[in-house]
């Protein structure tokens, strides 16, 4: 079955940097769209930024000149670069994979971001 594992997330100070990586299973990941979301309590899930099929990026404005969003076919693993982060960075950051006809969609479990002022 399909399954999306996110990793890299944890605590860092303001102005730091983290990696996300979302490394996926049981698709053909050449095919699939992908997105990362942030959430933090209380508060509906947000886009932070999305990579089409053919690599194509698009960012939330928050995460525009701070995050970079890539993917690497050949290890089935999209990533999130975080730059410049910030204490309102700091949130629960998941994965999302879409099929290229936008009719499916898989999630992962999530990590957590913690940035310290």
């Known amino acids: 079955q399909v399954q999306l594992v996110e990793s890299g997330g944890g605590l860092v100070q303001a102005g730091g940097s983290l990696r996300l990586s979302c490394a996926a299973s049981?698709?053909?990941?050449?095919?699939?769209?992908f997105a990362w979301y942030r959430q933090t309590p209380g508060k509906e899930r947000e886009l932070v930024a999305t990579i089409t099929a053919s690599g194509t990026a698009f960012y939330a404005g928050y995460a525009k000149g701070r995050f970079t969003i890539s993917r690497d076919n050949a290890k089935n693993t999209a990533y999130l670069q975080m730059n410049s982060l910030k204490p309102e960075d700091t949130a629960d950051y998941y994965c999302r994979g879409g099929s290229i006809d936008l009719s499916t969609y898989y999630w992962g479990q999530g990590t957590q971001v913690t940035v310290s002022s």
């Open positions: 049981g698709m053909t990941f050449s095919t699939f769209h």
